[in-house]
């Protein structure tokens, strides 16, 4: 999408606009995309780092392909707590983005003031100092009608996660709402339809493919960010990783280790970005 | 005047010295029409003489500066305007169609019935069916309107705002979009509903439909009408130079 307007602002820049016959390869964003060979490469260098390991490694020692294999299930415990936060924190995100944007669009002035300003506090800020925020400022346990309920850190880093997924998927949504075209509007105006009638039945309907792909880029780019939680000692795959090297304490462990996890991360992203690309694609075709 | 006291015998569409400015630039100089029941009036005039904004203000799309527009008897330039009630009475049908493209055909007409009027599904159903004959278009009611041609389209669109069972109708230059030969199948179907007895407002380009089915012609220019009359005189003894300049030019 973002491709086909720069296409189109070529014209703007001093140069007279002239019809060109339309061509959808030209249209199609032509920047990098993500292919099978990039995992390809991926995939080579894990190959590199752990031969090369092996041959440097001292002959007594166990070899790093055994040590992988032996840590393999200990690691994707921690890779699959990865993936429980990325997906704990898109719901509690989504669903709070949605009501943010929803705001930003709101015909009451301080409801889209708040709201705007909210969204751009989160989207702004580092998402590691958010962490930090969260992790310290929530209390490890809550008191609620007598019942202790508790709130470990784990839960505190999927709040500290959500609050820059909210604020983006609140942009997300505000972005498609207004993409649809003023005819909308004004048609179901001279219908009768109520301002909420005309959002939720003719308006909203038509974000939702709009949003999708965007939605599930903030998910990819969401997945990538879990590692930041072992800086607040919750176990997902980093704190793993650096537990499995300082158990075995070999130097040699160590690049292929992270290039072990980053692999992890790939297999997990990478039908995630075809796919939302394919729609990106269907939808772009479409509309 | 309260919505009670308006007749039959009294204007449907009743329009007084309207003023409409976006900003500094002022597109309503005064304009003053009025249209019967049962009467279908065509605006015509160069692109930038207010015409579309005129028609947008009948129903409220666009808020006038000053002046009033009566519809039947209720005052559109009221800050207490029930909007949605106007616009139960005022069907538009826009250049661009504008339908809801995640519907079918048959279900773009029947939402708003459904919705807006709370009405019986079933019933709605039926008369969204029969209007579906009627815009000649059997077969197409379960398309979606990107598999629909321009005027097929169109004639969707029109259908939709008939299924409100409304006592006017707009139509923006509703053909100034479409091929010239689908031009021809939303003109009969605007005629046939003229004929039938809809009270219909146009702003068009289409001189032969205006000379043929309309019962009163307006000229506008740079926001003031500048001449009107019956077709049959319109056409042929227009006395305003700038009606006499446009006119040659188009026919």
Request: hydrophobic share 45%.
């Amino acid at each position: 999408m973002s491709g086909a307007r720069k296409h189109r602002s070529v014209g703007g820049t001093g140069n007279l606009a002239v019809l060109k016959p339309f061509s959808l390869h030209n249209a199609a964003p032509s920047a990098w995309r993500l292919q099978p060979g990039h995992g390809y490469m991926l995939f080579a260098a894990l190959v590199l780092f752990v031969l090369v390991g092996e041959v440097q490694a001292a002959p007594a020692r166990p070899s790093i392909i055994a040590t992988m294999w032996k840590w393999t299930p200990f690691l994707l415990q921690g890779f699959a707590f990865n993936i429980l936060i990325s997906f704990v924190s898109i719901i509690i995100g989504t669903m709070a983005g949605a009501a943010l944007g929803l705001g930003q669009i709101s015909v009451s002035r301080p409801i889209r003031a708040v709201s705007w300003t909210v969204t751009q506090f989160f989207r702004n800020a580092p998402w590691l100092v958010l962490l930090f925020y969260c992790i310290f400022l929530i209390p490890f346990e809550f008191e609620l009608f007598g019942v202790t309920i508790p709130f470990p850190a784990w839960i505190k880093a999927v709040i500290g996660l959500s609050l820059p997924v909210m604020a983006n998927f609140s942009e997300i949504v505000r972005g498609a709402v207004q993409s649809i075209p003023d005819g909308q509007w004004e048609a179901a105006e001279s219908l009768a339809y109520t301002r909420r009638q005309t959002l939720w039945l003719i308006v909203l309907p038509q974000c939702i493919k709009r949003m999708l792909p965007p939605w599930m880029n903030l998910y990819a780019v969401l997945t990538m960010a879990t590692p930041l939680v072992s800086i607040v000692g919750v176990g997902e795959g980093m704190t793993t990783t650096g537990e499995i090297l300082a158990a075995e304490n070999r130097s040699d462990l160590l690049i292929p280790f992270y290039m072990y996890l980053l692999c992890l991360f790939f297999i997990y992203c990478y039908p995630i970005a075809r796919w939302t690309i394919s729609l990106e694609r269907k939808f772009a075709v479409k509309i | 005047m309260a919505e009670s006291d308006w007749t039959p015998d009294q204007p449907m569409v009743s329009a007084k010295d309207v003023h409409k400015s976006f900003g500094a630039l002022e597109v309503l100089k005064g304009i003053s029409l009025d249209v019967m029941k049962g009467e279908c009036i065509c605006i015509i005039g160069p692109s930038g003489s207010g015409k579309s904004t005129f028609i947008r203000c009948i129903n409220a799309l666009n808020p006038i500066n000053s002046g009033s527009i009566l519809v039947e008897g209720q005052e559109v330039n009221d800050p207490q305007l029930d909007k949605l009630e106007l616009r139960k009475k005022v069907g538009m049908v826009f250049q661009q169609y504008n339908l809801f493209p995640h519907k079918t055909a048959l279900q773009n007409i029947m939402m708003a019935p459904i919705k807006v009027l709370k009405e019986d599904r079933d019933e709605v159903e039926q008369r969204a069916r029969h209007l579906v004959k009627k815009v000649r278009l059997d077969g197409k009611e379960d398309s979606y309107p990107g598999e629909l041609s321009g005027g097929q389209q169109q004639r969707v669109a029109i259908a939709r705002s008939l299924a409100m069972r409304p006592d006017v109708m707009l139509f923006d230059e509703v053909t100034a979009a479409l091929d010239p030969e689908t031009v021809k199948e939303v003109l009969l179907t605007i005629r046939e509903l003229a004929e039938e007895g809809m009270t219909c407002i146009l702003v068009t380009h289409e001189m032969g439909f205006a000379r043929e089915v309309a019962n009163h012609v307006y000229f506008t220019d740079r926001g003031v009408i500048v001449e009107h009359g019956p077709p049959k005189t319109f056409f042929t003894e227009a006395e305003d130079p700038r009606t006499r300049e446009f006119l040659s030019q188009i026919l």
